[in-house]
């Protein structure tokens, strides 16, 4: 099973600051991996498919970069809405689709 | 637009069984693999079964194997997750989600509490 680490836990950040979270896998997954928003109360929401490409509706302000066993997400300028906890997850060693631990988006 | 809406969720007592139902509408459900995921209270996801659009394809994971039982209906536009064997560690909320090979859409997620 591939392993899935995010980093940091929790970030603590200023609206209006860029945001950067880490994903780390423990073997390659190529660029097979996303990202999800979850806010408290609501369910997950995709917000990068491909390592790279926005899904549907997401602001330009999420970007996605890495590939093999490192990832990146960044917010360029975080806005309220924002604040959240981020998950990543693999799809490239099926039928095991993993998911890191997530990473909490606190406001400073 | 693409609407999943889970059911079926309750308390239910250590060894007990329940039966989850997630309704699909505003998509061509046949054509799609779908997907159970469960959110501890405080925890993260995981991934607990997926399913093919025809259901000739399923897996599970480790945790569940042999006491949860995927299938669907395509002409209902269904999925299901029978759930035997309750331990208290299946409490979760849990989601079913479309999986074109990620997670796509999500429903609002239904809570399972197993407890005496």
């Known amino acids: 099973e591939i392993v899935m680490t995010q980093s940091p836990a929790t970030l603590s950040v200023s609206p209006g600051e860029r945001a950067t979270l880490s994903c780390r896998a423990s073997?390659?997954?190529?660029?097979?991996l996303a990202w999800y928003q979850q806010k408290p109360g609501q369910a997950p929401r995709l917000l990068i498919y491909?390592?790279?490409t926005r899904a549907t509706g997401i602001p330009a302000r999420f970007s996605g970069s890495g590939s093999g066993t490192e990832f990146t997400l960044t917010i360029s300028s975080l806005q309220s809405e924002d604040f959240a906890v981020y998950y990543c997850?693999?799809?490239?060693?099926?039928?095991?689709?993993?998911f890191g631990g997530g990473t909490k988006v606190e406001i400073k | 637009q693409v609407q999943l809406v889970e059911s079926g969720g309750g308390l239910v007592k250590p060894g007990g069984s329940l039966r989850l139902s997630c309704a699909a509408s505003g998509f061509t459900f046949s054509d799609y693999y779908m997907s159970w995921i469960r959110q501890a209270p405080g925890k993260g996801l995981e991934w607990v079964s997926y399913i093919s659009s025809s259901g000739s394809t399923i897996y599970y994971a480790d945790s569940v194997k042999g006491r949860f039982t995927i299938s669907r209906d395509n002409a209902k536009n269904s999925l299901y997750l029978q759930m035997n064997s309750l331990r208290a560690e299946d409490t979760a909320v849990y989601y079913c989600?479309?999986?074109?090979?990620?997670?796509?859409?999500w429903g609002q997620g239904t809570l399972v509490t197993v407890s005496s």
């Open positions: 491909g390592a790279s």
């Open positions: 989600a479309r999986l074109p090979s990620y997670f796509d859409y």
């Open positions: 997850q693999q799809y490239n060693n099926w039928p095991s689709l993993t």
């Open positions: 073997q390659s997954v190529s660029s097979n």
